[in-house]
């Protein structure tokens, strides 16, 4: 009976690794996690304006990185998806003048911890989806100017810019909602000529990005995917299809912002040992536990990467498990990338 088992569990080891194999950024999800769609359950929680919620309790460790930093690693099974989740967050106080935020892009692309080091970050996370699907300004001057209407390699029309991150001085951050493409609200050349348009004196520093998951707490990333499609549906649809991309279970960075002017960098782990989130999860998991009053997801699956100084590896300072470059638990899959949130010691 041992030896059954023994041979049952190493037929079964290389379908559990096989989603973590590293790609090209623009085709970056693998099949979904079977099981990873029927996920229209959930508590309506966090409160909305007015109420503090800190993720401390049950599964929870928090840290204070330095003085109006808390580091916060989840480490167990949640109650939204039903599945064990590994989950890392970075609570910047941003009325502390000590920091700046910067919104950092870097050309020939780094890893996060590479970039995290160049700049002498307290934190760090990824940042985009691949170029010719986004907007970003740097310094006042537009990089990446939403160049296509469909999505790389594909016949998918480009979802990706319906909401945007910004940061203006040192601490002036600001999501906010633009309009979606694939809920009709607005056109691909709609939204390029929106983010033109925008002051380059008032926004010299943002990055495009969807979905919206919290827009001034109302939980908008429970509903962009279309749950009235079957999970057989859904696992035909195209990997870049938002009904699949972002239905189904997968590795995800997002960033948030509390009504008390405090500034969550998130992942959640994915597609080794932790299970990844839609979504929908996602939102559920932010308003549980930090009550933003916006939040906004940017890119994920091999790209989620977290570095936070003096924590996780002891050389890269990565906390979280990234999975594009290789399949083991530890913290060296790294995938490059060009464009990264930072938190700044003021200079």
Known sequence: MK???????????????????????GNELPPP?????????????????G???APL?????????????????FNGVDEISGKHQEAFAIDVDLNNPKYQVKLVYESPRL???????????????????????IYMRINGNDVYTLQNEIINGTEVPNWKSEAAFSVTGDRGVKIFFVGSQKHGEMTVPEQRLYYQKLSATEY?????????????????????C???????????LDSEDPDRHQRVLHPRTAVALTEKNHLILFVVDGRIQSAGMSARQLTRFLVKWFNPQYALNLDGGGSTTMCVKGEGDASTHVVNYPCSENKNYDHTGERSRDAFVMVCKKE
């Open 51 to 53: 109420v503090d919620v």
């Open 204 to 224: 010299p520093n943002f990055i495009s990005s969807a979905p919206m998951l919290v827009d001034n707490f109302k939980k908008v990333g429970e509903n962009f």
């Open 111 to 133: 890893t996060t911890s590479a970039a995290f080091k160049k700049h002498n970050a307290i934190a760090a996370i990824n940042a985009n989806y691949e170029p010719t699907s």
């Open 226 to 236: 279309n749950y009235n499609l079957s999970s057989a549906e859904v696992n035909k």
């Open 3 to 25: 030896l059954k088992r023994i041979i049952l569990l190493l037929a079964l080891v290389p379908l559990l690794l096989s989603g973590c194999k590293g790609k090209e950024p």
């Open 33 to 49: 996690v079977i099981g990873g769609n029927d996920d229209d359950g959930g508590q309506d929680v966090g409160g909305g304006s």
């Open 57 to 73: 309790g049950k599964d929870w460790t928090g840290k204070a990185i330095d003085d109006g930093i808390i580091y916060y690693a």
